[in-house]
Structures are given as C-alpha cells and as structure tokens.
C-alpha cells in the first residue's frame, strides 16, 4: 500500500512538472512570436493640418503624398467645400484616384441631449451628416457627447438608448456613428462608461472611438482598455502628451506619438495582442504645428506613428 502511494504521488508531480513545463514553453513562445501588426492602417485627422486652413481636396493630397492609408475628415469642412460650389463625386474620384479611403469623420450632431426638440434636430443632422460622407465612401463617424459636455448629462441607460437610435440611423444610412470618448466632458469622459453605453445599446453595430490623449485627460487607466472587444474600436485616436496634471492640459498640449510621456508602445502592444487590427488617426490640434508647412507635419506625423508602433 506504501509502495502504491509513494507511486501515485511520484505521477502526480511529474504530470505537474510536465503541464508546469509545457505553459512556460507556451508563455515563452508567445513572448517571442512577433506580434502581427500587418492589418494596422493610418489615418490622418485634418484637425492636425487645421490651421493651415487646407480645403478638402488640399487635405486629401496632403494625406496622399505623406503615404497615409487614409483620411478622417471634419464635417464642417466638407459641408463648407459643397457650399461654395464644390462636387461631391469629383471628390469622391479624387479619393479613389489616391488611394485614401475615409475611415471615420468628424461631425457635431447632438444626439446626447435631454431636450426632444433638440434631440431630433441633432439626430437629422446626424442623417444629413451620414448621407454626406456615404456619398464620397465614408465608414464612420464619430458620435461625441457635444451637448452633454459642459454639465453632468442623462444618466448612462438613457445614453445607451439614444446611442441605439442613433446605430438604426447609421444602419439606414450605412455609415456607423462610433461612440467617442471626450476626456474633458462631464459626460461619456471614462472608458467605464463607453463600455457600458456600448454594451448596453444592444446594437449589433455598437462601437467605440478612445482617444489616448482623451483617456488620460478622463482619469482612466489603460488597462481598462482589456475590457473592450478590440473588434469594436474600428478607428483609435493618435496623439501623445507632455508631462502634465489632468486638470490642466489641453487639446492643445498634444504632440507627435513618442514626443510625450504616454507608453504608447506598451498600450499598443497590448491592443495588439488583444487583436487590434484597426486604424490608427493621428489627430492633433497644436498650434505650433499649425504654424508649419502641412506636408512636412503630415509626414513627421506618420513616421512617428510608425515608430511607436513598430516598438510595441
């Protein structure tokens, strides 16, 4: 009986030496698999280029000839471009013609708010605004809490409600409206509450845009990007910052990724592993860049997109 136990307990650690073993044979050739970052594509956010004051058309052949895979313009911008006489499908053409494919945009309606009135109107400019960008190949747009930002807005089940509407427009109009994170906002400024308002919109096209610099200006950890399906974030938000409190910085502070104290490699090493696969939009809004010439911004942009990515 002695022998037998002795038996028992020898396979019983040896089994777990091997299972012990064979996870750190895993974990060590996971750590030294290269992490796929082949299906990542680039953005550039005209807000980067704006006071340069570019037309579109301008704005799409700087985006082109810095190498970028595509383009996130301002609804305002293009809206400005038609008003004074310009067309939609050569703009279109001129897209195809350079390869820029316009995965997101930016626009304004005000979905988010307590008044009906102004709900409605906000939710027909979010119409106008979808059938705008569907017409020169636009995916997404982006669906800030304007409205609800300058004081504690609807509770987070009513958001998600009003966000629900808001997919069913964009189904309609086959352009996604992307919940985005605004750091300064009194509402929708935490990555917990992005999630929830995602998650509990129950729309099969529910997703989100984070913002890096956004996420530190709301007091959220990185971490809790793990939280998020990386499926749901088509597009992220690129940007970088200098060392400074929460309570003071400013869209303005942002700077070139690897120009601040952010860890982005790490942050994207990990969005990565998760299975990011979308697109990064170098979106900044310094005035010092504003002052240079936008070709030579874009292109400093992009490599140091690229640089930060390739460490990760």
Known sequence: MNHRRTFLKASAAGSALAVLATGNVSKLAAAETPRDKSKIRYCLNTSTVRGQE?????QIKVAADAGYDAIEPWIRDITKFVEAGGSL??????LDDSGLTVESAIGFAKWIVDDDAERAKGLKEARADMELLKS????????????AHKAPGPDLPTIARRYRKLLELGAETGVTPQLELWGF???????????????EAGHPDACVLPDFY???KGGSDFAGLKMIESSRMHVFHMNDYPDMPRETIGDEHRVYPG???CDLPKIIGDLVEDGFAGCFSLELFNRDYWKQ???????????????VVAQA
């Open 259 to 261: 120009d601040g104290v």
């Open 89 to 94: 499908s050569d703009l279109k053409k001129q």
């Open 136 to 147: 020169i190949g636009g995916k997404r747009i982006a669906a800030p809490p304007i409205g």
């Open 293 to 307: 010439d936008a070709l030579a911004v874009a292109k400093t942009g992009l490599e140091k997109m690229r640089s």
């Open 54 to 58: 570019l037309s579109v058309p301008e």
């Open 185 to 199: 906002s009194k509402t929708l400024s935490k990555l917990g509450e992005m999630a929830y308002v995602a998650t």
């Open 214 to 216: 956004h996420i530190y």
